[in-house]
């Protein structure tokens, strides 16, 4: 008698150990790769996608890889201070800027902050929603209500503003 578990589609067999064993070779992790496992089942559960019926364990795949990217993302927004980042903790402990240096960085700061602040407010939103809480486009359009394609254009127009004013800045030094 055959006891394979399929769950929605999903043979659970399968999802436990071939594609667990994927993910975990990808990340390196095996918390994360539990993590992302079970993330990818409750998104394969709550999707209305046609392509989930025809092959459920391609598409279960699909979402595993595209998550792996999403972690892959979220991990380059963090630096550990325990790796060997060409920073060693006597730099962390002891202040090697000069005043100089720390006013030329304040001054730097105030004048992103100045660029920010003159962005439409919907465009500073999606900006700071992307950039700095770490929100996908995706996410961010169903948020506020917008289309994915107007998300990338405020990012867009963020990004040239503040790379035109650092043009600025560094041709002014």
């Not at 578990?5 to 390196?28: E, H, P, S």
């Not at 994360?32 to 993330?39: M, N, R, T, V, Y």
């Not at 394969?44 to 792996?68: C, F, Q, W």
């Not at 700071?128 to 289309?147: D, F, N």
Request: proline share 2%; net charge negative.
């Amino acid at each position: 008698m055959d006891k394979t578990m399929v769950w929605c589609g999903i043979n659970l067999q399968w999802a436990y150990t071939d594609l667990l064993g994927y993910i975990r070779f990808k990340v390196a992790c095996p918390h994360i790769a539990k993590d992302i496992l079970h993330d990818a089942l409750i998104r394969y559960t709550v999707s209305t996608s046609a392509n989930k019926g025809d092959e459920p364990h391609a598409y279960m795949r699909s979402i595993a890889k595209n998550l792996i990217v999403d972690s892959y993302h979220q991990a380059q927004r963090f630096v550990s201070l325990d790796a060997d980042n060409g920073l060693h903790r006597e730099w962390l402990d002891t202040p090697t800027l000069s005043v100089d240096q720390l006013n030329d960085i304040k001054q730097r700061l105030e004048m992103i902050q100045l660029i920010l602040e003159q962005l439409p407010t919907r465009c500073r939103q999606v900006f700071w929603m992307y950039r700095v809480e770490g929100y996908t486009q995706t996410e961010i359009a169903a948020a506020l209500g917008i289309s994915k394609n107007m998300v990338e254009r405020h990012v867009m127009r963020a990004i040239v503003d503040l790379s035109s004013a650092r043009e600025l800045i560094v041709s002014e030094i």
